[in-house]
């Protein structure tokens, strides 16, 4: 089914909201014999009032179009008066609608256009009628067949706006569901490198301990220490990692903490590395540092 199918209403549907009735299409026979004699000189007139404003009369740059547009004009007006209002006439309006649209034509144009017709045509029967009650009645309908035209022929301009905002809308899902499943992706590719490294880390850890075992023991299990405390933060992010794939939050502090084990087994190493002590006093700024940041981290984490 078509996404604009049942936009519009039908036409039966149209005639009871503007209340046209059977007596209103009576009325539209007498109107014609009225107003179908002076619809060449209404298309004149018609013609000379959108030449008068520069948007619209761009359309007509040649005769040609000047006289195809008289032909159109002609052609709606006697259908006005003289056409039974049901489904063909609905469709006949909507093609006229949708061809406005497609020349670019805007909407407050068709109205001030349609407004010109509806005073021109109330003129005419202003002079030929004197009696008070027939004017007042045939005028009536004369405004609800107007207002019906307009009604239809402007609805494609709102079909052609749901029709835009259709089109952007199912963009706009694709590329979020395009988006989705990238960011989806790179938080596999992401876990996948945690656990390359955590594979990398556990073998660091068995390095470590086979130094302190072969060598130096004190200094290998200062190394080992560090590497297990590396290790117990590798843990750390693979299990927020899943969580955040199974749609738990994404926690900053994990990173923070992270950079804090890195910093403290450096400086388990550095102290038996006889390192500088302006290099040592280096790594415990940083690691000072970054102790604030992880305060001020998890302060705001625990608020959210």
């Not at 207002?147 to 835009?164: A, F, G, H, V």
């Not at 990238?182 to 390095?207: D, M, R, Y």
């Not at 749609?247 to 006889?274: P, Q």
């Amino acid at each position: 089914m078509n996404w604009m199918e049942g936009f519009m209403e039908s036409i039966s549907d149209i005639r009871s909201q503007f209340e046209f009735t059977d007596q209103d299409q009576e009325n539209l026979r007498l109107l014609g014999e009225i107003l179908l004699p002076m619809a060449d000189q209404f298309a004149d007139e018609f013609y000379d009032f959108l030449m008068q404003h520069p948007k619209t009369a761009e359309y007509f740059k040649t005769e040609q179009a000047v006289a195809r547009r008289k032909e159109t004009f002609n052609s709606w007006f006697n259908d006005l008066f003289t056409s039974q209002y049901d489904n063909r006439y609905l469709l006949r309006l909507q093609k006229i609608g949708k061809v406005h649209v497609k020349i670019g034509l805007e909407s407050y144009h068709v109205n001030a256009a349609m407004s010109c017709v509806r005073e021109l045509c109330r003129r005419q029967v202003a002079a030929q009628i004197n009696d008070g009650v027939l004017k007042e009645d045939i005028l009536i309908t004369l405004h609800r067949a107007l207002d019906i035209n307009l009604s239809i022929m402007t609805s494609s301009y709102q079909e052609e706006k749901l029709r835009k905002v259709f089109v952007s809308h199912k963009a706009e899902e694709y590329l979020v569901h395009l988006a989705e499943r990238l960011l989806h992706g790179l938080n596999l590719f992401l876990l996948l490198g945690l656990l390359v490294l955590a594979i990398g880390v556990v073998s660091l850890l068995g390095h470590d301990i086979y130094k302190a075992v072969t060598s130096n023991l004190e200094y290998g299990v200062i190394r080992a220490l560090g590497s297990l405390l590396v290790l117990w933060m590798m843990i750390e992010l693979l299990h927020t990692e899943i969580g955040h794939l199974r749609g738990g939050k994404f926690r900053v502090r994990i990173f923070v903490e992270l950079a804090l084990v890195a910093f403290i087994r450096k400086i388990f190493v550095a102290s038996f590395e006889h390192k500088e002590p302006t290099s040592f006093m280096l790594l415990v700024g940083a690691l000072f540092i970054l102790g604030i940041v992880y305060f001020l981290v998890a302060k705001v984490e625990s608020k959210n």
